[in-house]
């Protein structure tokens, strides 16, 4: 299993974006990401509920599902139920010095048929660090 992580100053976005619109990109992101990920060519939600949602997806030609759990105006974390890179995904909202706001991105892996620890493993993960951020 590998971890990635990564912190973007959201001023350097756009320093007027509040906290709420924030929010609503990263859920408009949860529930249609293709826009967003070129990797990404089919997004569906399979099923919805309160503060989750469960959504197929094509990933570099591979179909996937996650479960997508939010906690309101602060993380939403995607779960795979189904990929050869199971795992986690967390995209939060973070408080900075000074009253500034950052998004961190963190990818909790574990990918089929890579061995933890090895320059393989190491090279998925930089290559999926770069298609994400």
């Known amino acids: 299993m590998f971890t990635v992580s990564h912190m973007i100053p959201i001023k350097e976005i756009d320093a007027g974006l509040t906290r709420s619109q924030i929010w609503q990109g990263l859920v408009l992101k949860a529930e249609n990401p293709v826009p967003f990920l070129e990797a990404m060519t089919a997004c569906s939600i399979v099923e919805r509920g309160h503060n989750w949602l469960l959504r197929d997806f094509t990933l570099r030609g591979e179909e996937m599902q996650e479960q997508v759990e939010f906690e309101p105006e602060k993380r939403v974390v995607f779960t795979r139920t189904k990929s050869t890179a199971m795992g986690t995904i967390l995209n939060e909202i973070v408080d900075l ?29 930089d290559h999926m660090s770069k298609s994400y951020f």
């Open 97 to 125: 010095d000074e009253g500034l706001l950052g998004l961190q991105f963190a990818f909790n892996l574990d990918v089929e048929g890579l061995t933890p620890g090895t320059q393989e493993e190491a090279d998925y993960a």
